[in-house]
């Protein structure tokens, strides 16, 4: 596991870390490449500022990176875009216009809001909310194609008040396989994100059986990051990827360069 795919830096609104040590941290941790893909969160607030970036200055920033790590590793650009229903026209300008490695599309907030504020399960139940997400997210792919992998598929289950224990691929079957075939017929990824693991979920990011599944529908893009936001926090519980990468039927990780896919095997 020598690649992470999914990491911020003070770029993004909720990182305080300059690219440079996240770069050191990826090198002491033995990784060969790293994909910063820093928040582009439009019309999302956080402390009174919009939860976007310059992406002039941040290419001008990396790239810069890139020359001075050369040779020690392999630093790509990329960008976590925030997808909601009414900037899928926006988005497809931004990333056309930018020469990113990889686009990684995440879905973040529901009706404009994130799940990570509690007041979005006010009055609802964790199943109700899930189901939100997932709507939202089938809604959000289909009027958004120009992304590489698909972030973190059950990321508010973290912020559920049981958190995981109205969740399962069972479940909320009719959606989730919605999704992956969507995915696969598209060409698209599927993120596994360890953050989960961070967050104290018994699985990363989706949930294995979510990953089995994908594999089992014939997919075969699988994008591995950690969703790191401090140094210490890069490829976070790498070690325990492979294991249960195999035990889905996971043959090969794919990384991105240049909007391109190379697959290496496990």
Same mark, same amino acid.
């Given at each position: 596991?020598?690649?992470?795919?999914? @990491?911020?830096?003070?770029?993004?609104?909720?990182?305080?870390?300059?690219?440079?040590? @996240?770069?050191?941290?990826?090198?002491? /941790?033995?990784?060969?490449?790293?994909? +910063?893909?820093?928040? @582009?969160?439009?019309?999302?607030?956080?402390?009174?500022? &919009?939860?976007?970036?310059?992406?002039?200055?941040? !290419?001008?920033?990396?790239?810069?990176? $890139?020359?001075?790590?050369? %040779?020690?590793? *392999?630093?790509?650009?990329?960008?976590? =875009? %925030?997808?909601?229903?009414?900037?899928?026209?926006y988005f497809? &300008?931004?990333?056309?216009?930018?020469?990113?490695? !990889? =686009?990684?599309?995440? =879905?973040?907030?529901?009706?404009?809001?994130?799940?990570?504020?509690?007041?979005?399960? &006010?009055?609802?139940?964790?199943? $109700?909310?899930?189901?939100? @997400?997932?709507?939202?997210? +089938? *809604?959000?792919? $289909?009027?958004?194609?120009?992304? #590489?992998?698909?972030?973190?598929?059950?990321?508010?289950?973290?912020?559920?008040?049981?958190? *995981? /224990?109205?969740?399962?691929? *069972?479940?909320?079957?009719?959606?989730? #396989? !919605?999704?992956?075939?969507?995915?696969?017929?598209?060409?698209?990824?599927?993120?596994?994100?360890?953050? %989960?693991?961070?967050?104290g979920l018994?699985?990363?990011?989706?949930?294995?059986?979510?990953?089995?599944?994908?594999?089992?529908?014939? %997919?075969?893009?699988?994008?591995?990051?950690? #969703?790191?936001?401090?140094?210490?926090?890069?490829?976070?519980?790498?070690?325990?990827? /492979?294991?249960?990468? $195999?035990?889905?039927?996971?043959?090969?990780l794919t990384?991105?360069?240049?909007? /391109?896919? !190379?697959?290496?095997?496990?």
């Amino acid at each position: 596991m020598k690649a992470d795919y999914h @990491m911020h830096t003070s770029f993004s609104k909720d990182a305080h870390t300059q690219p440079e040590e @996240m770069i050191e941290a990826a090198i002491q /941790k033995g990784l060969q490449t790293i994909c +910063i893909t820093d928040h @582009m969160d439009k019309d999302v607030m956080i402390k009174g500022e &919009e939860f976007i970036f310059d992406t002039d200055l941040y !290419f001008e920033k990396i790239q810069d990176l $890139q020359q001075k790590y050369k %040779g020690k590793i *392999e630093v790509l650009i990329g960008v976590e =875009v %925030g997808m909601q229903p009414h900037l899928s026209e926006y988005f497809k &300008e931004y990333t056309r216009k930018y020469p990113f490695d !990889f =686009v990684l599309g995440s =879905v973040h907030v529901i009706g404009g809001v994130d799940p990570y504020y509690p007041e979005f399960f &006010e009055g609802k139940t964790d199943t $109700q909310a899930f189901r939100e @997400m997932l709507d939202e997210t +089938i *809604e959000n792919i $289909q009027l958004y194609s120009d992304y #590489d992998s698909l972030g973190h598929l059950d990321y508010i289950v973290r912020y559920g008040r049981n958190r *995981e /224990k109205e969740y399962s691929y *069972e479940k909320f079957k009719e959606q989730i #396989d !919605f999704i992956l075939k969507f995915l696969i017929e598209n060409g698209k990824g599927l993120e596994v994100n360890t953050a %989960g693991l961070k967050y104290g979920l018994p699985f990363a990011h989706p949930h294995p059986d979510i990953i089995k599944r994908y594999v089992e529908l014939g %997919g075969e893009i699988v994008t591995l990051g950690s #969703d790191a936001h401090k140094p210490e926090h890069v490829a976070y519980d790498f070690e325990k990827v /492979k294991p249960l990468l $195999q035990e889905c039927g996971v043959k090969y990780l794919t990384k991105f360069k240049s909007r /391109k896919p !190379f697959f290496e095997l496990i």
